[in-house]
């Protein structure tokens, strides 16, 4: 079989003078092929059969992957990217499912104290500082600030929209730009820096809920330009702020199994005098996604 | 003692090989390498950011004599070259493609025509491939450098430098077919399969990824789909496939008796085959996708435990009886170390796409230690243990130093090791630190990282030593200074005299 594979010889195979790399001719025939003659016979295949736990291992891990597929595949919908949604149904309502059972696990409260540290630090820290004293003549303070501790509806506006110098915190004026948060942070986070803010440095108020947050945010929806002083206390010392707790339970997961066909209710101006019954449990503004 | 006629015949095909596969060993140890130096750079980058781009110091004399403090600012626009953004995407560019791929190319080329039964056919095709193959990856690299990269992961090469890889790998493939049609086996053993899917398999992958991303890109998030489609399978079904099917050869050819069972290959590939394409998904865990499609790559992230299994008990039972023969054969013990790697990496793999795990691993430095254990105590020690096998076949002569081996061998060894073990241990941490919002990420969870980090440099430095060390004993191969006589290197000659 080798005789009919081998190629015809090359010139330098004939004439070791000749040009051309052969490296192995230099010493003896024998020498050439020592790797090759020593070597073991080419692999070949056994025909051992396939062990029975291996069967078993595979049929196990198959049935596994049918049951993860058809449990966590959100009803193969194009637009569910929750795995842990509606896989039951095919089309239509989403329903929730162990929606709160991760969630559960923290104490939300606490969760939500670091939050607010850890968006302040992201966000804040850098005019304000980590003391909330801000620097003098260019930051106002955050301790000890009437804005910070006085009306709800101010100060959420303030975070909301910034603010445009001159400006007159504690007895000094400040000629400054404040930035608007409302594009970047949503209304947990807001709520969160918030009543970090109004609880830290020596500071006592009320804390702040996103439902808050949302309720401002929708009321000033339409002004585009931050406050000046002057349109600020505007807003009486005594606002109140109109939860609408309706408008604030984000899509899917926030109804409850039972079909309730109020929860994804579209703008439907919400009732003026909340019933005790809406404010009571209070909606999850949003789930961790993991 | 197999008949001499088989002995002189796969002389004559391993002589047909000598140019182009030492061609594609050459480059690939080049570009390991170079490789190697933009690893060692960027992982030092990780625990002090400004090196090599460090300002140099503030001259106080002059500032006291009334100059400026920041007279000799360095500017960004002159070291970008020198950044971690570059070098990274440099290193994972020139190891997998310069170093793996090369590699990969030139131990299938040379198990084909072993395998085919038939002397190389066109080898100028094979050698221009890998000509124009160094020229993309040299191209490309440098167009990263400057600046050029297109930011897509495992596709940063310029669209420029991929057309001529993509060029080179074509003809590649068109003379893996060419060889197959050709063959003189009466039977296809499993080594071909993969080695043939695998020349197959890329160019379809690479060419597809090219256009659906950089020529002609789908819309939005499909991009991400496609892009770790590809990301995934490059490993998957390139990577993998070529180093499996070098086990597959190598162990029963230095051990001399027959693989365990044809059935348990063909299940192996087979299965590997079926669910190695969907596994890309599980990358973008969390991320903004429909949840079906990461739902379904990640049960067949799991089912890859099928092959993985099927393959370890495979190669398991036909080393059977002969474990120690890893005391003093090179190239058993490396290819074993990297058939070992394979089932463990596999198996982490599986566990990592996970949702609960995925959750903790993802974005830190235990995926990092995950591709590490891949690429190299699996896949860059087969291809290093067929390097040691297939050489002395080209180069007419025998390794100089079993000395050099063995260091090779434990500097890769311990390197690999204490790296993965570095990154995983930190990576884990690290993922815990991140899951908890009342953890700082500059104050708490960077500083915790370094010392793994740091870890992690001075374990890459142990490779590098492993890679200057092989590449010196390759040079003295090719420049025939190895030894003519005394038989083959073995580690320990005197057990290897005991033992058939």
């Given amino acids: 079989m ?12 004939i004439d070791p003078t000749l040009p051309g790399v052969d490296y192995s001719e230099r010493v003896s025939v024998t020498g050439i092929h020592a790797a090759v003659l020593r070597e073991k016979i080419e692999p070949r295949e056994g025909m051992e059969p396939m062990p029975i736990w291996l069967w078993l291992a595979v049929s196990l891990l198959i049935g596994w992957g049918g049951w993860y597929l058809g449990t966590f595949s959100g009803g193969y919908r194009a637009d569910n990217f929750d795995e842990r949604i509606g896989s039951a149904i095919a089309g239509g309502a989403v329903a929730g499912t162990a929606a709160g059972g991760t969630a559960a696990k923290e104490d939300p409260a606490a969760a939500f104290a670091k939050l607010g540290k850890r968006q302040f630090t992201a966000n804040c820290q850098s005019c304000h500082q980590a003391t909330g004293l801000g620097q003098a003549g260019v930051y106002p303070p955050l301790a000890g600030s009437e804005y910070v501790l006085g009306n709800k509806k101010r100060v959420i506006a303030i975070v909301l929209k910034g603010l445009q110098g001159p400006f007159k915190v504690k007895g000094n004026t400040y000629n400054n730009v404040m930035q608007s948060w409302e594009p970047v942070l949503d209304d947990k986070k807001i709520a969160a820096i918030l009543t970090y803010v109004r609880n830290e440095w020596g500071n006592k108020a009320e804390p702040i809920t996103p439902e808050e947050v949302a309720a401002v945010r929708a009321e000033f929806a339409s002004r585009k330009v931050a406050w000046t002083e002057a349109d600020l206390l505007a807003i009486p010392e005594n606002a109140t702020i109109n939860v609408a707790p309706a408008t604030n339970a984000t899509p899917p997961a926030a109804a409850p199994s039972a079909p309730t066909p109020a929860a994804p209710a579209p703008p439907v101006p919400a009732p003026k005098a909340p019933s005790p019954a809406a404010i009571a449990p209070q909606a999850p503004a949003d789930r961790p996604y993991t | 003692m197999p008949p001499p006629t088989d002995a002189a015949e796969r002389a004559y095909i391993d002589r047909s090989c000598r140019a182009p596969v030492l061609f594609f060993f050459g480059s690939a140890l080049f570009w390991l390498l170079v490789g190697t130096f933009f690893a060692l750079v960027t992982s030092i980058k990780l625990h002090d950011p400004e090196f090599m781009t460090r300002a140099p110091l503030p001259d106080v004399a002059k500032f006291q004599a009334g100059g400026s403090l920041n007279a000799n600012p360095i500017s960004m626009q002159d070291v970008g070259f020198l950044t971690f953004g570059r070098f990274r995407a440099s290193h994972l560019n020139a190891v997998a493609y310069g170093w793996a791929s090369s590699a990969a190319i030139g131990v299938g080329v040379w198990l084909m025509a072993r395998l085919c039964r038939v002397p190389l056919r066109r080898p100028a095709l094979v050698t221009t491939a890998g000509v124009l193959w160094n020229i993309g990856i040299a191209v490309g690299i440098a167009g990263i450098l400057a600046g050029q990269s297109t930011s897509v992961e495992w596709l940063e090469f310029p669209p420029y430098a991929a057309l001529i890889i993509g060029i080179a790998y074509a003809m590649i493939a068109v003379w893996a077919v060419d060889m197959f049609a050709s063959r003189q086996c009466d039977h296809v053993y499993v080594t071909l399969w993969y080695v043939l899917a695998a020349f197959f398999w890329f160019p379809w992958l690479y060419a597809t990824a090219n256009i659906l991303i950089l020529l002609k890109p789908v819309q939005g998030s499909v991009q991400a789909i496609v892009n770790w489609w590809f990301g995934h399978n490059v490993l998957g079904l390139w990577f993998t496939p070529i180093g499996i099917g070098a086990a597959y050869y190598m162990i029963p050819k230095v051990i001399g008796r027959p693989i365990h069972s044809y059935y348990l290959s063909a299940i192996g590939f087979w299965s590997l085959a079926l669910f190695y394409s969907w596994n890309g998904g599980h990358h973008l865990i969390g991320g903004p996708l429909p949840a079906w499609v990461i739902t379904a790559s990640i049960v067949a992230s799991v089912m890859m435990v099928i092959p993985v299994v099927v393959t370890a008990v495979n190669h398991h039972m036909t080393m059977r009886g002969h474990f120690g023969m ?175």
């Fill in chain 1, 2 to 13: 080798a005789d009919d594979l081998r190629p015809p010889p090359e010139a330098h195979d």
């Fill in chain 2, 326 to 500: 890893l005391r003093y054969s090179p190239t058993l013990r490396f290819i074993v170390f990297g058939a070992m790697s394979y089932t463990l990496v596999s198996l982490q793999g599986s566990s990592m796409a996970i949702r609960s795990l995925n959750k903790i691993s993802h974005f830190t430095h235990y995926t990092i230690g995950h591709a590490h254990f891949g690429l190299y105590a699996f896949f860059t020690m087969v291809m290093f243990g067929c390097m040691y096998y297939i050489v002395p076949r080209l180069c007419g002569c025998e390794w100089r130093s079993a000395y050099l081996i063995r260091l090779h061998f434990w500097a890769a060894a311990y390197g690999i090791f204490f790296m993965i073990i570095a990154l995983t241990v930190g990576g884990l941490v690290q993922g815990l630190m991140l899951a908890d919002p009342a953890k700082d990420f500059v104050g708490e969870i960077v500083p915790m990282t370094r010392p793994y980090l740091v870890g992690r440099s001075l374990s890459g430095v142990l490779l590098s030593i492993g890679h200057v060390v092989f590449a010196y004993h390759f040079i003295l191969m090719v420049l025939q200074l190895g030894r003519r006589e005394g038989g083959p290197v073995y580690f320990n000659p005197v057990e290897a005299e005991v033992r058939p």
